[in-house]
Structure formats: structure tokens, C-alpha cells
């Protein structure tokens, strides 16, 4: 066995810099200079129709390619020819072997070894054969990878239900089996010089903005880096403000969200190996938003989506707002409720902000425990901590009922929100906001607050503003903001998108008329 | 590119930098000038306003590209442009005073009363520096959201209000006499001032500022004036004008004393929950003036790096002011209309002037 230190970087950089040779043997050399004894890459050689005077070898790696391809190419090469009596000496290039042979859908030549190499760790068959000046790149790409299945971060009641998977054509095929439209773009790039990851960038050309496309291709084409194993790499090396807490780039695990994000002209970045696709540009609201929304009736699309604001408020302000009024502004408390605040808290020896902190922080190890543990565990984790270790804290008198009610209610508030990784940003915001209230009162609140709002007016994604439409306002997207209109007034896309139409007017339904017209 | 604001984000930030101080100090030393007529001082105080927007917008124009600094540098050249920077920059140095009497004495004699003075101060310029460092587009947004919070203010306090109105209070009209009314409008017209002064520094960097006739300006002047006067009337008629004489911050008695039904008895610290970003607003502004002013003057094209020295004079100004009560209400009865007004009217008549009188040179160099 050769030693493996041998194999030098430099050496396998120079070897992948060669064209393929017209001599097998030369070729052969080559992939294994290169691929070394790597256990999973197969070689199969065989002779072409037949013929003992044509050897010629096929490459794949196992796992990667489909079996029963690499089948039919073999079969191709070997009978397919001698059963049809093809001259095996007239199949002296890449392009008639092709035509006249080979029965894979997809057969391409190719003249560089880099490219052979990128083709067959990607899945595909690689084919070479002696006195043939190119070898020949056959798809093949076939593994074992997770079916569709529900996403489980972005869950419905209504709705489809299925959600993207590991691997990325799937993803386009599920947004592509959505949107029938030959203006759907899909195009190709490789991020990762170890990785080689596949990206994919897809738009509808008709309706995205003219130049925002350039700019997501310049910003992934900016990229030098190793490995792209996530595509939370890809989304922190392409937002505009990179050191803002602020999400810019949605991300999503729904094929529907995509779906409607393209048709709304925005363009969605799909990464192979996640079923996490990015969106951009992004708009705060958009965290608010779910797809429920849009199928069922706007009555309750709306009431839920309001339903989501005071949860977002609540889970920001609720706990700042309960340790500014207890420690400074008592005076604005119903007298009643004050004695009950007070009543509860009378036993407790922490002050109210010390308080705030310990229950906040318990109620972030309790869901961390309960995400990182085994599933089964990480349940009663969470039952156990917030029902037994809540009521035994306040059975101490460490903690104050009226407390643990705040953060039970300020927890439930940041789950309502239906992107998992905006309601994240915002369980840290809390913080500061609490530590500022808690130590100056409406002061610090009111600082802390205004300056989080300047920040977040200050910020954009892809050019545009993040807190559009409503700053700067935009009436004509009023109707799907705070409240979701019928279905028969969405009439026109976002501000930013290129159509503007999207349904014709007078789409209001009525009973006919009683002369029978409509 | 050159940074450009919506017609609407002007009109909010007129009415986000008048607001804080009109609705309350304000309307506390017209109570003690003119009585029941206070909300007759701030219409003539607004009336006389439109009139000093629009004379603003005259002087710049013909050239509406240009702020008041870069026209005094057309018509006089660079000593007369930097002299114009030095009186804006002394003008919001000087308006900081007036601004911190209103949002420190809100927030310290009714909520923190134990809170060491610095806090406020250093608290609202850092928030003014950090809106101040995002720009003036970012503080045109953020003056829009100030508008909505200053209607739901107007709401709340209305509502509150309403049990306890009697038009009784604001009876006898024009007792004080026309005169009388007249001369104490100009604290008001004093509150127009920061106005007008914002305009000649942002005024070339509204949207479509040359075909809108100076309408947008006076449409700032007259929504000031209209969410202004519900408070003059609502301080009259729930309070009476005696009861209002006796605060400083009559606004806030009123917002003590509104009420929603039994068990909302109390709810000021929302209404000043929503009062804070108008009046963190005008300490962004002065903190941007300034900073925009002395940077024209040193020749340094951005004003970020000057944040934080203007914010330190601010710092220093206005903790002197409101160190003392006597000194700031001194202060803001006795000398800030007298400041305020020749500068604000005085420097667009001058300028007016000499557009006039250079017409043909400013042509030339225009050309």
C-alpha cells in the first residue's frame, strides 16, 4: 500500500491541473495519483463492445452514485454495441459515443481532469477509454438522503405539509412543481474550494427587481472559503449589516414560503446539504407572518397575525415593563394589583431585576436542556422544570408568583412567533431592554427601546429597507402588513417587485345577479 | 449619493422637533402670560410660524440644492458661509436647553425623582448620537414613527380628558387683549424657530422641495399647530388657565389627571412612553445641527466625526440649565424667545436680502 503521506497537496493540485489523455493508462494514473486508496471510490474497467483491442474505465464513488446507472452505462459500453454490431473503431470520440451509444439521459464530454474529478465526487460516472481524446461525464447521482417530511420548526394546521430536504434538486423540484412558470430561473454556482458545495440561486425573471440578481451573484461570488456546510455560513457572509443582532436574510424549511417569496420577486438561495433555504431580501414584518395566514379565510389570518404582534411585543417588553413598574413606578399600578404584586413578593429577597435575570436566565437553560437532550428526556426536562422547579422556587420564596407567571407567558409569547430564528434574536434583546428598565426605569426603557427602533430603521437587506412598508410607507402594501386583506384585494405584488399585477380587478365574488348576470 | 428625505418625513420632523416642549413648558408661560387664552397665543403663534417657514423656503428658493451655509458661501464667499454655520451651531447649542428643561424635568420630577441629573443627560444624547450617526434619512423615519406615537398621545389624552371638560374655563375670549396675545405668541413662535431652523439646514434635501411652493414647510407649521392646540384647550378647559400657570410642565398635570373609566386611573407613563421620541427627536436634531454646522466651519465632510464633541458642549450646556430650576425657568421665560426669534427671522431676512442684492452674481455662479 502506498503511504499516504506521499500523496503531497501540491502534487494532487498539479495532477488536476492535466486534460485527459487519449491513453488509458495515463488517465488511470492520474486518478489515482489523485483520489489516492480512497475506499469508496470504484473503478470498473471493461471493454468497449466487446473488444479486447478498446479497454476502457469507468470511475464513481460509491454511496454517491446510483448502482442501477452505473449499470446501464456499463451495459451501454459493453453489449449495447456488439448487440447493435457496431465497428468499435468508428467510436473514436466523446461526441459519437454519445449519440450512438450510450442511452443515459444526460452524457457530457469533458477535457479537463478538475472537471472529471468535481463530476464524479459529485455523484456522477466517469468514463475513459483508451485512444478516446475526452472522457465523458455520465449523471448519475443517486444516495440514500431523508424523504420529504413535515419541516419541523415551521409547523401548520392548514397547509401543505411537506418541507425541503439534504439535497437541493429535490428542494428546486418541490419549489419548481409549485411554480410552473418558464421565467422560473434556477441558476447553478459552487461555493467551498474543499466543500464544492452546489448553490443554486433561483428567481422569476419577469418579476424580481433589475440588478438585485447581480447583486446575490456578486456577493456569492465574493466568498472564498473552505466549507459551506450550513446555510447559515452562506447567510452571515452575504447580510448587509453583519454586525446587527437583526435577522436580514429569512430562512425557511417550507417549499410553499419559497414558492411565495419567488412569486413576491425575491430571490431564494437554495445550499445543498440543508433543507434550509435563504431568502432575501428580507423584512422584519415577514418574521411575523406565517403561511397560515394566507390559507385560511383574511378574518382569521388577520386575527392571528395581530394575535402574533402582541406576542412579539410581549415577548420584547413584558418582563422590562413588569421590573420598571415594580421598582420604580409602582405609583402606575391599579391599587389592587399593586397589593397582590406586593403581597407576592413580599417573602422574596432578591430585588425585582435580580429576580427578572435568574427566571429569565432559568427559562433559556430549561429550553436549551430540552433541545439538546434526547427527544423523550428533553420533554420531561421542560415539564419538570417549568412546573415542578417554578412552583417549588415560589414554595421558597426565592421567586414571586406574579414573576414566574411574566416569564411563563413572556416564554410562550416568543414560540408564537413563527420564524424560529428571528424569535431567537429577540429572546436576546429582552436583555438589555430588562437591564436598562430595571436599573433606570422609564428612562432606560425608553432609551434602550428608541435606540433598538433607530437601529433597526438604520438597516437593510439587499438595498432594501428592513422595516418596509412601514417605514418608509408604502400604502399599497398596507393591505399585507399589520392585518392579511381577502384574497380578492391582493392585487399587486410588494413595492420592491418588478410586475406589479398579479390577479385582475374586480375579483370580489357575488352571488349572481337576479336577472342571471354576474 | 446624496441623501434625500420624503416630503412626509419633513413634515413629521417639523412636527417631532415643535411638539415636546409646545405641548407643556410652553403652554405653562402662556397660561402666566395671556390666562385662558394660551390657545389663542399658539394659533397667532402658528399663523405667525407659517409665515417664518415660508420665509425659509424664499431664500433658498432659487437655489434648492443649497442649505443656508452653502448659499452664504455663493453670495459672501467662505468667511460668510462659516459665520452662518457658527450661528446655527450657537442656535441648537442654545435650543438644548430649552429641550433638556423638557424631557429631564418630565421624566425626573414625576418618575425618577431620585436619579442623579447626568443619567438623563447622557442618556438622551447617546440615543440622539446614535440616530444622529445613522443620518438624516434614518431620523426622517424615525419622526414618522414619533407622528404615529404623538397622534395615540393626543388620543389617550383626550380620552382622559374628556370627563373633566369644561368650555366654562376658556371663557371669557381674548380677555388679555390682542397686544397681550400677540407678545406672548412668540414663545410659541419660539418653538416655530427650532423649526425653521431645521428647515434651512434639511430643507435641500427634501424630495421635489422646489415644486411644492414651500407648502411642505407651512403644512409642518399648521399640523404642529392643530396637535399642539388640543393641548392648549384641554389644559384650559380641564385644568383652567390658573392651575396651569402654576407648573412648569402643566402637560403633565393634565396627563396625571386623565383617567380611563375606574381601574385605569393612572396611565401618564404611557402617554410619556410615547412623549419620549418626539422629544429624544429634538435632541437628535440639535445633536445633528450641530454637528453638521461645526463640521462646515473645520471643512470636514461628514459630520460623524464631530458626534461626540457637539454632544459633549450639549452635555455641558444643557446640564447647567436644568442643574438649577430657577435658571432654567429663568432661563426659558427671560432670554430663549429672545435668542431664538432674531436668529430664526433675522437670518433668513438677511439672506433674502442679499439674494436680492447679489441676484446677478449668484446667477453667474449658479450658471
Same mark, same amino acid.
Given at each position: 500500500?502506498?503511504?499516504?503521506?506521499?500523496?503531497?497537496?501540491?502534487?494532487?493540485?498539479?495532477?488536476?491541473?492535466?486534460?485527459?489523455?487519449?491513453?488509458?493508462?495515463?488517465?488511470?494514473?492520474?486518478?489515482?495519483?489523485?483520489?489516492?486508496?480512497? +475506499?469508496?471510490?470504484?473503478?470498473?474497467? !471493461?471493454?468497449?463492445?466487446?473488444?479486447?483491442?478498446?479497454?476502457?474505465?469507468?470511475?464513481?464513488?460509491?454511496?454517491?452514485?446510483?448502482?442501477?446507472?452505473?449499470?446501464?452505462?456499463?451495459?451501454?459500453?459493453?453489449?449495447?454495441?456488439?448487440?447493435?454490431?457496431?465497428?468499435?473503431?468508428? &467510436?473514436?470520440?466523446?461526441?459519437?459515443?454519445?449519440?450512438?451509444?450510450?442511452?443515459?439521459?444526460?452524457?457530457?464530454?469533458?477535457?479537463?481532469?478538475?472537471?472529471?474529478?468535481?463530476?464524479?465526487?459529485?455523484?456522477?460516472?466517469?468514463? $475513459?477509454?483508451?485512444?478516446?481524446?475526452?472522457?465523458?461525464?455520465?449523471?448519475?447521482?443517486?444516495?440514500?438522503?431523508?424523504?420529504?417530511?413535515?419541516?419541523?420548526?415551521?409547523?401548520?394546521?392548514?397547509?401543505?405539509?411537506?418541507?425541503?430536504?439534504?439535497?437541493?434538486?429535490?428542494?428546486?423540484?418541490? +419549489?419548481?412543481?409549485?411554480?410552473?412558470?418558464?421565467?422560473?430561473?434556477?441558476?447553478?454556482?459552487?461555493?467551498?474550494?474543499?466543500?464544492?458545495?452546489?448553490?443554486?440561486?433561483?428567481?422569476?425573471?419577469?418579476?424580481?427587481?433589475?440588478?438585485? +440578481?447581480?447583486?446575490?451573484?456578486?456577493?456569492?461570488?465574493?466568498?472564498?472559503?473552505?466549507?459551506?456546510?450550513?446555510?447559515?455560513?452562506?447567510?452571515?457572509?452575504?447580510?448587509?449589516?453583519?454586525?446587527?443582532?437583526?435577522?436580514?436574510?429569512?430562512?425557511?424549511?417550507?417549499?410553499?414560503?419559497?414558492?411565495?417569496?419567488?412569486?413576491?420577486?425575491?430571490?431564494?438561495?437554495?445550499?445543498?446539504?440543508?433543507?434550509?433555504?435563504?431568502?432575501?431580501?428580507?423584512? $422584519?414584518?415577514?418574521?411575523?407572518?406565517?403561511?397560515?395566514?394566507?390559507?385560511?379565510?383574511?378574518?382569521?389570518?388577520? !386575527?392571528?397575525?395581530?394575535?402574533?404582534?402582541?406576542?412579539?411585543?410581549?415577548?420584547?417588553?413584558?418582563?422590562?415593563?413588569?421590573?420598571?413598574?415594580?421598582? $420604580?413606578?409602582?405609583?402606575?399600578?391599579?391599587?389592587?394589583?399593586? &397589593?397582590?404584586?406586593?403581597?407576592?413578593?413580599?417573602?422574596?429577597?432578591?430585588?425585582?431585576?435580580?429576580?427578572?435575570?435568574?427566571?429569565?436566565?432559568? !427559562?433559556?437553560?430549561?429550553?436549551?436542556?430540552?433541545?439538546?437532550?434526547?427527544?423523550?428526556?428533553?420533554?420531561? +426536562?421542560?415539564?419538570?422544570?417549568?412546573?415542578?422547579?417554578?412552583?417549588?422556587?415560589?414554595?421558597?420564596?426565592?421567586?414571586?408568583?406574579?414573576?414566574?407567571?411574566?416569564?411563563?407567558?413572556?416564554?410562550?409569547?416568543?414560540?408564537?412567533?413563527?420564524?424560529?430564528?428571528?424569535?431567537?434574536?429577540?429572546?436576546?434583546?429582552?436583555?438589555?431592554?430588562?437591564?436598562?428598565?430595571?436599573?433606570?426605569?422609564?428612562?432606560?426603557?425608553?432609551?434602550?427601546?428608541?435606540?433598538?427602533?433607530?437601529?433597526?430603521?438604520?438597516?437593510?437587506?439587499?438595498?432594501?429597507?428592513?422595516?418596509?412598508?412601514?417605514?418608509?410607507?408604502?400604502?399599497?402594501?398596507?393591505?399585507?402588513?399589520?392585518?392579511?386583506?381577502?384574497?380578492?384585494?391582493?392585487?399587486?405584488?410588494?413595492? !420592491?417587485?418588478?410586475?406589479?399585477?398579479?390577479?385582475?380587478?374586480?375579483?370580489?365574488?357575488?352571488?349572481?345577479?337576479?336577472?342571471?348576470?354576474? | 449619493?446624496?441623501?434625500?428625505?420624503?416630503?412626509?418625513?419633513?413634515?413629521?420632523?417639523?412636527?417631532?422637533? @415643535?411638539?415636546?416642549?409646545?405641548?407643556?413648558?410652553?403652554?405653562?408661560?402662556?397660561?402666566?402670560?395671556?390666562?385662558?387664552?394660551?390657545?389663542?397665543?399658539?394659533?397667532?403663534?402658528?399663523?405667525?410660524?407659517?409665515?417664518? @417657514? =415660508?420665509?425659509? =423656503?424664499?431664500?433658498?428658493?432659487?437655489?434648492?440644492?443649497?442649505?443656508?451655509?452653502?448659499?452664504?458661501?455663493?453670495?459672501?464667499?467662505?468667511?460668510?458661509?462659516?459665520?452662518?454655520?457658527?450661528?446655527?451651531?450657537?442656535?441648537?447649542?442654545?435650543? %438644548?436647553?430649552?429641550?433638556?428643561?423638557? %424631557?429631564?424635568?418630565?421624566?425626573?420630577?414625576? %418618575?425618577?425623582?431620585?436619579?442623579?441629573?447626568?443619567?438623563?443627560? /447622557?442618556?438622551?444624547?447617546?440615543?440622539?448620537?446614535?440616530?444622529?450617526? =445613522?443620518?438624516?434619512? *434614518?431620523?426622517?423615519?424615525?419622526?414618522?414613527?414619533?407622528?404615529?406615537?404623538?397622534?395615540?398621545?393626543?388620543?389617550?389624552?383626550?380620552?382622559?380628558?374628556?370627563?373633566?371638560?369644561?368650555?366654562?374655563?376658556?371663557?371669557? /375670549?381674548?380677555?388679555?387683549?390682542?397686544?397681550?396675545?400677540?407678545?406672548?405668541?412668540?414663545?410659541?413662535?419660539?418653538?416655530?424657530?427650532?423649526?425653521? @431652523?431645521?428647515?434651512?439646514?434639511?430643507?435641500?434635501?427634501?424630495?421635489?422641495?422646489?415644486?411644492?411652493?414651500?407648502?411642505?414647510? *407651512?403644512?409642518?407649521?399648521?399640523?404642529?399647530?392643530?396637535?399642539?392646540?388640543?393641548?392648549?384647550?384641554?389644559?384650559?378647559?380641564?385644568?383652567?388657565?390658573? *392651575?396651569?400657570?402654576?407648573?412648569?410642565?402643566?402637560?403633565?398635570?393634565?396627563?396625571?389627571?386623565?383617567?380611563?373609566?375606574?381601574?385605569?386611573?393612572?396611565?401618564?407613563?404611557?402617554?410619556?412612553?410615547?412623549?419620549?421620541?418626539?422629544?429624544?427627536?429634538?435632541?437628535?436634531?440639535?445633536?445633528?445641527?450641530?454637528?453638521?454646522?461645526?463640521?462646515?466651519? %473645520?471643512?470636514?465632510?461628514?459630520?460623524?466625526? @464631530?458626534?461626540?464633541?457637539?454632544?459633549?458642549?450639549?452635555?455641558?450646556?444643557? =446640564?447647567?440649565?436644568?442643574?438649577?430650576?430657577?435658571?432654567?425657568?429663568?432661563?426659558?421665560?427671560?432670554?430663549?424667545?429672545?435668542?431664538?426669534?432674531?436668529?430664526?427671522?433675522?437670518?433668513?431676512?438677511?439672506?433674502?436680502?442679499?439674494?436680492?442684492?447679489?441676484?446677478?452674481?449668484?446667477?453667474?455662479?449658479?450658471?
Amino acid at each position: 500500500m502506498p503511504d499516504v503521506s506521499e500523496e503531497k497537496p501540491d502534487t494532487i493540485q498539479e495532477e488536476l491541473k492535466k486534460s485527459v489523455q487519449p491513453k488509458l493508462s495515463d488517465n488511470v494514473a492520474v486518478m489515482e495519483a489523485i483520489m489516492g486508496q480512497s +475506499v469508496d471510490v470504484l473503478k470498473r474497467d !471493461f471493454m468497449l463492445c466487446g473488444s479486447t483491442d478498446h479497454p476502457g474505465a469507468i470511475y464513481f464513488l460509491d454511496g454517491m452514485a446510483d448502482a442501477t446507472i452505473v449499470d446501464v452505462v456499463l451495459k451501454s459500453l459493453i453489449t449495447y454495441g456488439s448487440e447493435r454490431k457496431l465497428d468499435p473503431e468508428r &467510436l473514436t470520440t466523446a461526441d459519437i459515443i454519445r449519440t450512438e451509444l450510450m442511452i443515459n439521459a444526460s452524457v457530457k464530454p469533458v477535457e479537463h481532469i478538475k472537471d472529471a474529478i468535481s463530476a464524479m465526487i459529485s455523484g456522477d460516472t466517469l468514463v $475513459f477509454i483508451d485512444g478516446v481524446e475526452q472522457g465523458m461525464i455520465v449523471s448519475s447521482r443517486g444516495w440514500k438522503d431523508r424523504g420529504v417530511e413535515e419541516p419541523a420548526s415551521e409547523n401548520n394546521v392548514r397547509g401543505p405539509r411537506d418541507g425541503f430536504t439534504e439535497t437541493i434538486r429535490t428542494n428546486t423540484a418541490n +419549489v419548481r412543481r409549485r411554480i410552473r412558470d418558464p421565467h422560473l430561473r434556477i441558476e447553478p454556482m459552487v461555493i467551498g474550494t474543499r466543500t464544492m458545495t452546489d448553490i443554486n440561486i433561483a428567481y422569476i425573471q419577469d418579476l424580481v427587481k433589475p440588478g438585485l +440578481v447581480d447583486e446575490v451573484k456578486k456577493r456569492l461570488d465574493g466568498i472564498k472559503i473552505d466549507a459551506i456546510l450550513e446555510s447559515g455560513y452562506i447567510e452571515e457572509l452575504i447580510e448587509d449589516s453583519p454586525l446587527s443582532p437583526f435577522n436580514t436574510v429569512q430562512s425557511t424549511e417550507r417549499p410553499d414560503k419559497a414558492a411565495s417569496a419567488l412569486l413576491e420577486g425575491r430571490v431564494v438561495i437554495f445550499i445543498d446539504n440543508t433543507p434550509v433555504v435563504l431568502i432575501v431580501p428580507t423584512f $422584519f414584518w415577514q418574521f411575523i407572518q406565517a403561511p397560515d395566514d394566507y390559507y385560511n379565510r383574511y378574518w382569521v389570518g388577520s !386575527f392571528f397575525r395581530i394575535v402574533r404582534y402582541f406576542a412579539f411585543l410581549i415577548s420584547l417588553l413584558l418582563p422590562s415593563i413588569y421590573v420598571m413598574l415594580v421598582s $420604580f413606578h409602582h405609583e402606575m399600578i391599579p391599587t389592587q394589583l399593586a &397589593l397582590t404584586i406586593a403581597s407576592g413578593r413580599e417573602v422574596v429577597p432578591f430585588p425585582v431585576l435580580l429576580e427578572a435575570l435568574i427566571m429569565e436566565l432559568a !427559562f433559556e437553560l430549561m429550553r436549551e436542556a430540552g433541545l439538546r437532550m434526547p427527544k423523550p428526556i428533553g420533554q420531561a +426536562v421542560s415539564i419538570v422544570g417549568s412546573l415542578i422547579i417554578g412552583q417549588a422556587a415560589v414554595q421558597a420564596g426565592l421567586v414571586s408568583p406574579f414573576m414566574v407567571i411574566v416569564v411563563a407567558i413572556t416564554g410562550i409569547s416568543s414560540f408564537a412567533i413563527p420564524s424560529y430564528s428571528s424569535s431567537l434574536a429577540l429572546r436576546m434583546f429582552r436583555f438589555p431592554i430588562l437591564l436598562a428598565s430595571g436599573t433606570m426605569g422609564l428612562l432606560g426603557f425608553a432609551a434602550t427601546f428608541f435606540a433598538l427602533l433607530l437601529h433597526a430603521l438604520s438597516i437593510r437587506s439587499f438595498g432594501e429597507p428592513y422595516l418596509t412598508p412601514l417605514s418608509p410607507y408604502r400604502p399599497s402594501d398596507q393591505r399585507d402588513m399589520m392585518l392579511r386583506a381577502p384574497m380578492w384585494m391582493l392585487n399587486s405584488r410588494p413595492g !420592491f417587485a418588478q410586475d406589479q399585477d398579479r390577479m385582475g380587478h374586480d375579483q370580489m365574488p357575488a352571488p349572481p345577479k337576479k336577472d342571471g348576470s354576474q | 449619493m446624496k441623501i434625500q428625505i420624503s416630503n412626509g418625513m419633513f413634515i413629521a420632523m417639523i412636527l417631532n422637533i @415643535m411638539y415636546a416642549k409646545a405641548i407643556g413648558v410652553t403652554q405653562g408661560v402662556l397660561a402666566r402670560a395671556v390666562g385662558q387664552d394660551m390657545w389663542l397665543a399658539t394659533l397667532l403663534g402658528t399663523l405667525e410660524g407659517i409665515v417664518m @417657514m =415660508y420665509l425659509t =423656503y424664499v431664500v433658498i428658493r432659487r437655489t434648492p440644492d443649497k442649505d443656508f451655509v452653502q448659499l452664504g458661501q455663493l453670495l459672501l464667499g467662505r468667511w460668510f458661509s462659516s459665520l452662518i454655520a457658527l450661528v446655527i451651531f450657537a442656535f441648537f447649542i442654545v435650543a %438644548f436647553g430649552p429641550i433638556m428643561i423638557t %424631557f429631564v424635568y418630565h421624566l425626573r420630577d414625576y %418618575f425618577l425623582p431620585d436619579a442623579p441629573l447626568w443619567i438623563f443627560v /447622557v442618556t438622551s444624547l447617546v440615543v440622539g448620537a446614535i440616530g444622529c450617526y =445613522y443620518g438624516l434619512e *434614518v431620523m426622517g423615519r424615525i419622526a414618522m414613527i414619533g407622528l404615529l406615537f404623538m397622534f395615540a398621545l393626543n388620543v389617550l389624552i383626550t380620552i382622559g380628558s374628556m370627563q373633566e371638560f369644561d368650555i366654562r374655563n376658556l371663557l371669557p /375670549v381674548m380677555e388679555s387683549g390682542l397686544p397681550r396675545t400677540a407678545k406672548a405668541s412668540m414663545h410659541y413662535l419660539a418653538d416655530c424657530a427650532m423649526a425653521t @431652523m431645521m428647515a434651512t439646514l434639511v430643507l435641500p434635501l427634501v424630495k421635489k422641495v422646489d415644486i411644492g411652493n414651500g407648502r411642505f414647510g *407651512v403644512l409642518g407649521i399648521i399640523g404642529s399647530g392643530m396637535m399642539i392646540i388640543i393641548w392648549a384647550i384641554l389644559e384650559g378647559a380641564v385644568l383652567s388657565s390658573e *392651575v396651569t400657570s402654576q407648573y412648569t410642565l402643566s402637560c403633565m398635570k393634565l396627563a396625571r389627571n386623565a383617567h380611563i373609566g375606574t381601574f385605569l386611573q393612572r396611565y401618564e407613563m404611557i402617554m410619556i412612553a410615547l412623549y419620549s421620541l418626539p422629544a429624544l427627536f429634538e435632541v437628535m436634531f440639535c445633536i445633528y445641527g450641530t454637528s453638521v454646522c461645526i463640521s462646515r466651519i %473645520f471643512g470636514i465632510k461628514s459630520n460623524r466625526p @464631530m458626534i461626540i464633541p457637539c454632544c459633549i458642549v450639549l452635555g455641558v450646556f444643557g =446640564y447647567w440649565i436644568i442643574e438649577d430650576h430657577f435658571r432654567a425657568i429663568d432661563f426659558l421665560e427671560n432670554y430663549w424667545p429672545f435668542i431664538a426669534l432674531p436668529v430664526a427671522i433675522g437670518l433668513p431676512l438677511i439672506m433674502v436680502l442679499l439674494r436680492v442684492m447679489l441676484g446677478s452674481k449668484l446667477q453667474k455662479k449658479s450658471a
